[in-house]
């Protein structure tokens, strides 16, 4: 940016100028007080973290809604696969509880998974866990700098770790 921009555009200024607009997207958006709350910090983070990227003379107020957009749309995303994850349960088994024939039930609580998990070696752990938060290969094989099959594999062998853990944990 040179200096005759650096001048005449004030982005924390702009930005104290947008707040209203933007908290009243982000209520639009989430119909939630706190939720609200919580995308309009993300997005103010977002944009003073990108404010090199933002072009002198376009509109500032619709940059940071499509910013505060993008960023509610990943989160949902997020939700959707983790809501999904619990749903189907790692390697295809149910986080909550195992039905057997003799309807006994075993529940797996939230430490016997962090223990699983936790066994998994961290070359395999952490493409999961990326995973499993949300992310989608192609930005965990960017911030992890590795290739997408690399990615790939490690996601499925820990899921294979996880699934043999939990069989050798609840047979018996």
Sequence with gaps: MNSINHISFDFSESLQLSNKSLYSFAMSLTKNNS??????????????????????????????????????????????????????????????????ENSTDVDMNVKEIEKLIGNIDDRFKTPFLMYYTGFSYDEIAERLDLPMGTVKSRIFFARKHLKNSYNTLFEK
């Excluded at 990108?50 to 990943?74: H, V, Y």
């Excluded at 809501?83 to 295809?92: P, S, W």
């Design 35 to 100: 939720d609200a709350e919580d995308l309009y910090q993300d997005t103010v983070f977002l944009a003073l973290k990108n404010r090199e990227k933002f072009s002198i003379g376009t509109n500032f107020t619709a940059w940071c809604k499509t910013i505060m957009r993008n960023t509610f749309i990943n989160n949902y995303r997020k939700q959707k696969r983790f809501q999904a994850i619990l749903a189907k349960g790692v390697g295809g088994y149910f986080f909550g509880k195992k039905s057997s």
